[in-house]
């Protein structure tokens, strides 16, 4: 046999192998930790589908939270502004009757109260854009700023009160493995918008190398923008889910949601220092926050201590990215 043939039936690395799937490992690991643990609760079907349906949510905005972190961005604003879909969606979705939100407004089609979800989340998502875009305002800054108005905007919608009674067919889009389903399709989407379109070349042409891809052609402001206008579109998205999941929209919904979503993201392997983000790492990052939030609540511990729990993973998470860029 040639040098040449055996140096190609050789070149399997294990340890880059471990590397790139470690992620999997780890997920895997909680999932049979928790299950012996929790003396095989935490590994009932029904367990296990709470557990997807729980996270869908966040999966949902880490797909556009994934973009914004490859171009060295971030969005603090997605928890508001799922928010401020999920009551705009509430209103809408109320069978007509007294108490009701819109009183006079005949009963409207599912699909009304979904699009101006989706609607609003991408117009939010949109001046988040712009602000970053067009106004040159850091990421961090313009959406937390964003995180605050939207949040408000969200209790002067409502009174500061929950809108509840929302029409059973719009609140099947919450239940069952629909959530489920709605996660795996967002997923295939965003894999072939980042994989196979110009649009995430740019993503990561940008993340890799700002300067760069400017000399190359590439428009860096309306890349953004279009960006965070995705991010929106998802935050909305997740809204619905959230309210038809409920039965009700509250100001209060997607609190600290962007904790979540950043820690999912980070964990599935997208870099902080731009450029490297994968559909199936946010993915398997976020089943491992689904399968920690379960299991911790399955064992009874502390929301605070969960709380405690994820900000510390985000910072190995990053401690770890920074050595593996090093």
């Given at each position: 046999m040639s040098?040449?043939?055996?140096?190609?039936?050789?070149?399997?690395?294990?340890?880059?192998?471990?590397?790139?799937?470690?992620?999997v490992f780890i997920l895997i690991g909680?999932?049979?930790?928790?299950?012996?643990?929790?003396?095989?609760?935490?590994?009932?079907?029904?367990?296990?589908?709470?557990?997807?349906?729980?996270?869908?949510?966040?999966?949902?905005?880490?797909?556009?939270?994934?973009?914004?972190i490859i171009t060295k961005g971030i969005d603090l604003s997605v928890g508001a502004t799922a928010a401020l879909a999920a009551v705009v969606a509430a209103s809408l979705a109320q069978p007509p009757g007294p108490g009701t939100f819109f009183r006079d407004l005949p009963a409207l089609p599912i699909f009304v109260s979904v699009?101006?979800?989706?609607?609003?989340g991408t117009l939010v998502g949109t001046i988040v854009g712009s602000l970053v875009a067009v106004f040159r305002i850091p990421p961090f800054v313009a959406t937390l700023g964003m995180m605050t108005a939207a949040r408000g905007a969200a209790n002067l919608y409502t009174d500061g009160r929950p809108i509840s009674g929302t029409a059973w067919n719009f609140n099947l889009i919450g239940q069952g493995i629909t959530p489920i389903v709605i996660l795996a399709l967002a997923a295939v989407?965003?894999?072939?918008?980042?994989?196979?379109?110009?649009?995430?070349?740019h993503v990561y042409a940008i993340g890799g190398n700002e300067m760069a891809a400017k000399v190359s052609g590439i428009s860096v402001p309306k890349t953004q923008l279009k960006i965070y206008?995705?991010?929106?579109?998802?935050?909305?998205?997740a809204g619905v889910i959230l309210t038809a999941r409920t039965g009700s929209g509250a100001p209060s919904y997607g609190n600290i949601m962007?904790?979540?979503v950043i820690t999912a993201t980070v964990?599935?392997?997208?870099?902080?220092?731009?450029?490297?983000?994968?559909?199936?790492?946010?993915?398997?990052?976020t089943l491992i926050i689904g399968v920690i939030n379960n299991?911790?609540?399955?064992?009874?511990?502390?929301?605070?201590?969960?709380?405690?729990?994820?900000g510390g993973i985000i910072v190995i998470a990053i401690i770890i990215d920074e050595r593996k860029n090093r």
């Open positions: 040098e040449t043939a055996t140096t190609t039936r050789s070149s399997f690395d294990f340890r880059e192998f471990l590397k790139k799937y470690s992620i909680f999932v049979i930790l928790l299950g012996i643990i929790t003396e095989g609760r935490f590994l009932q079907l029904q367990n296990l589908l709470n557990v997807i349906v729980q996270v869908a949510p966040i999966g949902i905005v880490g797909l556009g939270m994934m973009a914004a699009l101006a979800a989706l609607v609003v989407v965003m894999w072939f918008v980042l994989n196979r379109t110009r649009f995430g070349r206008a995705l991010i929106g579109l998802l935050a909305g998205l962007e904790l979540d964990i599935g392997g997208t870099s902080f220092n731009g450029g490297i983000g994968t559909v199936w790492g946010v993915m398997v990052g299991g911790l609540s399955l064992l009874n511990v502390s929301p605070y201590w969960q709380m405690v729990v994820k």
